[in-house]
C-alpha cells in the first residue's frame, strides 16, 4: 500500500476494501483541508478501511474522513449508509443529553 496524499500523488488501495488504484491532482489554493489533516485521514482509511467512517461524526477528523473515502472512490451507497448511521446515532446522543439537561 502505498499512501502519500497530495499534489498528483497515487494511493494505492486493496481491492478488498472496495476501492481501486486512483491518482488524482488537487489545486490547494481553495482546498479546505491542510495537507496535514489529509494524509492523517488518509493514514487511518488506509488501517482501518470502512470502519473508519463511522468516526465521521467527530468534528475535526471525520470532514477529511469522507473527503479521503471519496478519493478513495469508496462505493456510495455502502458511504451514505455508513455515514447516515453515524450521524443518526451522534443526533440522538446529542438530543438525549439536550434533554437531560433541560
Same mark, same amino acid.
Request: net charge neutral.
Given at each position: 500500500m502505498e499512501s502519500e496524499c497530495l499534489g498528483g500523488s497515487s494511493m494505492l488501495v486493496s481491492e478488498e476494501e472496495g476501492v481501486q488504484d486512483y491518482s488524482f491532482?488537487?489545486?490547494l489554493l481553495f482546498?479546505?483541508?491542510s495537507k496535514k489533516q489529509l494524509d492523517?485521514?488518509?493514514?487511518w482509511y488506509l488501517k482501518y478501511g470502512k470502519w473508519s467512517l463511522f468516526l465521521c461524526w467527530?468534528? &475535526?477528523i471525520g470532514d477529511p474522513l469522507t473527503i479521503v473515502a471519496g478519493?478513495?472512490?469508496f462505493?456510495? &451507497? &455502502?458511504f451514505i449508509i455508513i455515514v447516515s448511521i453515524s450521524k443518526v446515532l451522534r443526533y440522538i446522543f446529542v438530543g438525549y443529553i439536550a434533554l437531560k439537561l433541560l
Amino acid at each position: 500500500m502505498e499512501s502519500e496524499c497530495l499534489g498528483g500523488s497515487s494511493m494505492l488501495v486493496s481491492e478488498e476494501e472496495g476501492v481501486q488504484d486512483y491518482s488524482f491532482t488537487t489545486n490547494l489554493l481553495f482546498f479546505p483541508f491542510s495537507k496535514k489533516q489529509l494524509d492523517k485521514a488518509s493514514s487511518w482509511y488506509l488501517k482501518y478501511g470502512k470502519w473508519s467512517l463511522f468516526l465521521c461524526w467527530v468534528p &475535526i477528523i471525520g470532514d477529511p474522513l469522507t473527503i479521503v473515502a471519496g478519493m478513495f472512490r469508496f462505493p456510495l &451507497i &455502502i458511504f451514505i449508509i455508513i455515514v447516515s448511521i453515524s450521524k443518526v446515532l451522534r443526533y440522538i446522543f446529542v438530543g438525549y443529553i439536550a434533554l437531560k439537561l433541560l
